[in-house]
């Protein structure tokens, strides 16, 4: 079994903008919150990756990135790992079969992958807050998130698109 050194070095630069991400989220970002809000730059990772790579190699990055930021952040559940694998995997064929590999699709998967997710971070302020108050829920933690991470996905999309994108895997 020959090993593909483009693999490799793909897997390699994915594997340093996720610890640029990480880092830029959980130290740089968290000071430097919009409206009390931090965005979800993993996220939209994951979907950029899905929308220029295949379903396949975009589902597991999810995972590993989802399980990854889970880990580092002592979030008790590992939640994001599995989130992210079937959102890559649903948004990789979507993509796939009813658009193109272009900015505009990123914009179009990113909107309904970052709903789901914070239904989901609404579900868990819910279950964490004494006196769960919906509308300053979705006032200062859900929807800010929900703007900044959007508003950030085109620059994800093209770094990921300069960097990872134009190494082809012909033979993986």
């Known amino acids: 079994m020959r090993i593909n050194k483009r693999f490799i070095i793909k897997f390699l630069i994915y594997a ?9 989220e959980t130290n740089i970002l968290n000071s430097l919150k919009i409206f ?3 965005p979800n730059l993993i996220i939209s ?11 396949r190699y975009a589902a597991v990055l999810g995972m590993i990135c989802g399980f990854l930021i889970d880990s580092s952040v002592g979030s008790p559940f590992f939640f994001s ?14 993509s796939k079969y009813y658009f193109t590999k272009s900015l505009f699709t990123m914009i179009i998967m990113i ?10 971070n609404m ?5 964490v807050w004494k006196d769960f108050d919906i509308i300053k829920a979705l006032w200062e933690f859900i929807l800010p998130e929900y703007i900044y991470t959007v508003a950030l996905a085109p620059v994800i999309y093209y770094l ?13």
Request: charged letters at 10%; one cysteine or more; aromatic letters at 18%.
């Open 16 to 24: 340093l903008i996720f610890i640029f991400f990480a880092v830029l």
């Open 36 to 38: 009390r809000a931090m």
């Open 45 to 55: 990772l994951v979907i950029a990756a899905a929308v220029i790579e295949n379903e």
């Open 81 to 94: 790992g599995i989130y992210y694998f079937f959102a890559a995997y649903i948004t990789g064929l979507i």
């Open 111 to 120: 909107l309904p992958v970052c709903a789901v997710r914070e239904l989901f």
């Open 123 to 127: 579900f868990y302020l819910i279950g």
């Open 160 to 172: 990921v698109k300069l960097t990872a994108g134009r190494i082809s895997y012909n033979n993986i």
